[in-house]
């Protein structure tokens, strides 16, 4: 009789603790979180997804009137975003988005053209209705650190460089390859080397005399040639 006792006792006994167990797993007062990265970097510019993801373990209204709000700086600093008044701060007036889907938990908030000065902290809160306790909110305690850099600027000096580089280099080849080549007369000079008078007296004027000699007023072909007989 002692056993058969003992046995029913054992499993009321067990069953009370997991009850309690599961009790003191969910309470709908306490267990609640928002949960964010500690820290997130991009550059100047460039676009931010602050991913975020809450979580009550207690049940919903159906109609449970989800709001997200972000904060920055500090955890009661600004609030310079939210979803339910569609309030936007004006330092980022048009630059923030929110996407989370109907029914969903996770989503992210989207920060666009990032400037030096985005560099903070940022803080999620999340408010919304339950079944037991009405409207409840709560918001990430530890926050986001957003880090701001110059990658795209320093990639455009990076390019710059580069293009120079290459002009340097095309225009040593270019160099080398005059060096290279023999001259050539020019294809006026060319058209009057043919043995004339003119030619040859023009090539001693020019090499012997110290400067260049005013142009001569215009003659007569006749008279040119009488000069360069002159002055060969």
């Not at 997991?18 to 100047?44: F, I, T, V, W």
């Not at 980022?92 to 989370?100: H, Q, V």
């Not at 999340?126 to 009405?134: A, D, H, I, P, S």
Request: net charge neutral; with cysteine.
């Amino acid at each position: 009789m002692g056993l058969s006792l003992l046995l029913p006792l054992l499993l009321l006994l067990l069953l009370t603790t997991l009850q309690a167990g599961n009790s003191a797993r969910c309470d709908p007062k306490m267990d609640y979180r928002m949960d964010q990265p500690e820290h997130l970097s991009a550059p100047k510019g460039g676009t931010i997804h602050i991913n975020f993801t809450f979580y009550y373990c207690g049940a919903l209204a159906k109609d449970p009137r989800v709001s997200i709000a972000l904060r920055r700086t500090h955890f009661h600093g600004d609030v310079i975003y939210n979803s339910t008044s569609h309030f936007v701060h004006e330092d980022y007036k048009d630059r923030i988005i929110l996407n989370l889907p109907e029914g969903q938990k996770s989503g992210f908030l989207q920060i666009l053209n990032l400037r030096e000065e985005d560099e903070n902290m940022y803080f999620c809160r999340v408010q919304l209705k339950t079944q037991r306790f009405g409207l409840q909110m709560w918001q990430s305690i530890l926050g986001t650190k957003l880090t701001i850099y110059l990658g795209l600027q320093t990639t455009a000096r990076t390019v710059a460089r580069g293009s120079l580089q290459n002009t340097e280099e095309k225009y040593e080849n270019i160099g080398i390859k005059r060096q290279q080549t023999d001259p050539k007369l020019d294809p006026k000079d060319e058209a009057q080397d043919n043995g004339g008078i003119l030619y040859a007296s023009l090539t001693l004027s020019s090499s012997s005399s110290p400067a260049a000699h005013p142009p001569l007023p215009k003659k007569s072909p006749q008279e040119e040639t009488l000069y360069s007989i002159l002055k060969a």
